[in-house]
T-cell receptor
């Protein structure tokens, strides 16, 4: 079974631009969560999607948004990028929503905002 | 908000030695999980311990949970160079689906 796939692996953007990151969960997994990881703040929860619906949201500004498609693939978008958005963005999938069992993580997208 | 807090934050040991990391949290939890991360890659799930469990083993890993002290420990026995990584604890509260991760422990195993 293929693991969680995130694309692209690296991304360089400038302030004010927008970016879209993609995540393909493990086949059969319907829950996708997104996390932001920075050296200063550690791992912070962005949001979780299950069956195309956002079920949970972290404390991030509205510039951060996401969606999930019928095939469970998910995208997250960050608009009007700021320098502080530079981070490793991790996507994780699990088989069931609402039980917070084992998460399977992708390798992440390293975003650098210049 | 971040809930887990590991201690110590950096650990350097010789291959074959044991490594112990601690994690404390603030609120009641449903379960606590430990993950490993290698060099800025994705996290790998190691072990999950539920709030009604006190100890769990998986291979060379041993996790304990003390809900009265709101703390957990991860022990890696007979460490190997391949165990060099960052280790994170993550807690799940009742009624809240998200995992709250700690800051992580960096472990370096010297061959």
């Amino acid at each position: 079974k293929a693991g969680v796939t995130q694309t692209p692996r690296y991304l360089i953007k400038t302030r004010g631009q927008q970016v879209t990151l993609s995540c393909s969960p493990i086949s059969g997994h319907r829950s996708v969560s997104w996390y932001q990881q920075t050296p200063g703040q550690g791992l912070q929860f962005l949001f979780e999607y299950f069956s195309e619906t956002q079920r949970n949201k972290g404390n991030f500004p509205g510039r951060f948004s996401g969606r999930q498609f019928s095939n469970s693939r998910s995208e997250m978008n960050v608009s009007t990028l700021e320098l502080g958005d530079s981070a490793l963005y991790l996507c994780a999938s699990s088989s069931e929503q609402g039980r917070s069992e084992k998460l399977f993580f992708g390798s992440g997208t390293q975003l650098s905002v210049l | 908000s971040q809930q887990g807090e590991e201690d110590p934050q950096a650990l350097s040991i010789q291959e074959g030695e044991n490594a112990t990391m601690n994690c404390s949290y603030k609120t009641s939890i449903n379960n606590l999980q430990w993950y490993r991360q290698n060099s800025g890659r994705g996290l790998v799930h190691l072990i999950l311990i539920r709030s009604n469990e006190r100890e769990k083993h998986s291979g060379r890993l041993r996790v304990t949970l003390d809900t009265s002290k709101k703390s957990s420990s991860l022990l890696i026995t007979a460490s190997r160079a391949a165990d060099t990584a960052s280790y994170f604890c993550a807690t799940v509260r009742y009624g809240n689906n998200r995992l709250a991760f700690g800051k992580g422990n960096q472990v370096v195993v010297i061959p």
